[in-house]
């Protein structure tokens, strides 16, 4: 799931009124495709669940910011998920969130993990041919896209 906390970019194609684009402001769904979901799940087993908190890029959080994201149930901070992952629901289109972890919270003292940040991306990058070949074959899945 992601938590929205972006001020900078727009979060919707509908500030005008004449795009033509159907929306039913009534439904409810997952922001994310779940037969997506599954093929990265297949990729990358035992790949932990989490919740993102999307922020505007090229500015770090602050630590009282870092504390309010933890307690409001963040468990990472993401640049490029948000409002990606709303702009893609609006047009009913799957998608799916893969966050490479690049650091760690403002109010933590850790140094930054730079050899699990390559070999994070390394596996990241490795998958990504076999997770499109895997999307490409589902015609239409079941997340309302």
């Known amino acids: 799931d992601y938590i929205g906390w972006t001020s900078h970019q727009a979060d919707t194609f509908f500030s005008d009124a004449h795009t033509g684009l159907d929306i039913n402001l009534g439904s409810v769904r997952s922001p994310f495709c779940p037969e997506m979901g599954e093929a990265i ?4 087993p035992g ?3 989490a919740t993102a908190v999307g922020v505007d890029f090229l500015r770090r959080e602050t630590r009282a910011e870092a504390r309010m994201f933890r307690r409001w149930g963040a468990d990472v901070l993401s640049y490029n998920l948000v409002p990606e992952v709303a702009l893609a629901q609006e047009m009913n289109m799957c998608y799916a969130g893969l966050v490479t972890i690049s650091g760690y919270a403002a109010d933590r003292s850790q140094p930054e993990p730079m050899g699990e940040v390559r070999a994070s991306l390394s596996t990241t990058v490795q ?4 997770f499109v070949e895997m999307v490409t074959h589902v ?3 079941d997340c309302g896209a």
């Open 127 to 130: 998958m990504l041919p076999a």
């Open 41 to 44: 799940e297949q990729l990358l």
């Open 47 to 49: 790949l932990p669940k």
């Open 139 to 141: 015609r239409r899945c």
